[in-house]
């Protein structure tokens, strides 16, 4: 077999490194890990899916977080802390799959309570929901075209 000259050799590589990227480099291939992303669910049916929708925008993230380590703990009753895992209307859980810093893998908020817990935590959190995000969060639901029984209250 006669070996390649460099410039086919190079061409060759060129051509098969940009079928790769072409195959491969989509988002939806190759299932893009480095998207932060904060999924947010209405947490409503029981057995079948909740209306979830994603939060990708950096600036809406940070402020996410930054209101969160705002938040000042909560005292809570055992009825309070009942209700976060009743039937119906269970509040809006924010879950932190990619692992973004500064926020924790679970948050749930309802009736004026946020309920924090998953990943490095070793117990459940309650804060006290001074900065309305359920209701916040509610809307951009709503604003993402996101419908529900109102059964929200």
Do not use: C, H
């Not at 669910?41 to 979830?52: A, H, M």
């Not at 809406?60 to 209700?83: G, H």
């Amino acid at each position: 077999m006669k070996p390649m000259k460099p410039l086919a050799f190079a061409a060759y590589t060129v051509l098969a490194f940009s079928f790769l990227v072409i195959s491969f480099g989509s988002e939806s291939a190759l299932g893009n890990e480095n998207i932060k992303k904060l999924r947010v669910s209405i947490e409503i049916f029981s057995g079948r899916p909740n209306p979830t929708f994603e939060i990708t925008d950096a600036m809406a993230i940070d402020e996410f977080r930054e209101k969160l380590s705002n938040l000042p703990p909560a005292e809570i009753t055992d009825e309070e802390k009942q209700q976060f895992s009743r039937l119906g209307y269970r509040g809006i859980l924010i879950n932190n799959a990619a692992g973004i810093e500064g926020i924790p893998e679970n948050v749930q908020i309802l009736n004026g309570k946020v309920k924090v817990y998953g990943g490095k935590l070793e117990e459940i959190q309650f804060l006290d929901d001074t900065m309305g995000l359920e209701s916040n969060y509610l809307d951009l639901a709503r604003q993402n075209g996101l419908t529900w029984p109102e059964e929200t209250k």
